[in-house]
């Protein structure tokens, strides 16, 4: 297997365990019952703290030696990281796992990378790129249809799925710029620990957080391998494979988290999970974003990405 293809299969299987991290998240918010806040840090930073001690002395480096400027860097990316991972959570906890997942990272996460990419970086949209754009709003279009009275249903749910996408946009392009600096198991360690502490310390600085019994605890930390392995293989694939093709990639997470959501349900009829009101439509949605992703990169040249330094 050549390193093309093994990147790119390991990051099929971020978007996969993803998928399966939206599902659980669905689960801890509305079977378990536990508070969104606890939901959307004690996870990060308990695997935050995996991947650092997997890589302890790498993590020391780069603790020692971001600089000033390189920690920055990192603050913006965890501050982008965490506001976007708990509108994220919200979001499934609003209109579940499936339709979130076909609304962001889906769809539109990748369409907002493209136009950030013109407006900071001065890339030019060839016709493909145009073509892929409107394919994605028309599927997130799609996704937001409600089969039973064939309107648009947008609420605070869809709102925060989209904005969420936005804000971890921006964070993928801050993390494909550090990663030619920093070593990929330690700074997916930090940005998954500083995003958690600074949604723990926000809650906790205004006393809205919810204490969950031990049963709720032991979930919470158990969830950590999620988010640890599910960003750590998403970000390898931004220095060997580009970030336009990772992204495309990734983009199969909101089909894969309805398919895990149906076979989660198949099992387990009574559990509380939120489906897409119309599974068809939201398949259909999600296929067509996924077209246009595919269109955003297609013309897009495969080559090596230069190093950018810090």
Known sequence: MDTRTKYIVIVLFS?????????????????????IFLVSSVPLISGGLILIAIAPQKASAL????????????????????????LWFDAVGKIGAGKEAL?????????????????????????????????????????????KDVSLSIGTGEVEAIFSSFLLGIAVVVVAYLLYTCDLTALSGFQLLYSGLLVLAFSAAFGILSWPDIGGWALLIAMGAMPAIGLWTYNAGLPKIGASLTSVLFALTGVMTVAVQLIVFSIFRDADIQLPKSIGLALLGGAIAFIGVYCLNADKKKTESEACKL
């Open 15 to 35: 978007a996969f365990w993803v998928g399966l991290e939206s599902v659980l998240v669905e689960g801890a918010l509305r079977i378990a019952d536990i508070d």
């Open 63 to 86: 603790f020692k030696g971001l600089g000033r400027k390189g920690w920055a860097w990192v603050t913006i990316l965890c501050a982008l990281s965490a506001a976007g991972a708990f």
């Open 103 to 147: 609304l962001g990272g889906g769809s539109s996460e990748v369409l907002f990378v493209v136009i950030l990419s013109a407006v900071f970086l001065k890339e030019r949209l060839g016709k493909l790129e145009i073509a892929g754009s409107v394919l994605v709003i028309v599927g997130v279009f799609v996704v937001l249809v409600n089969a």
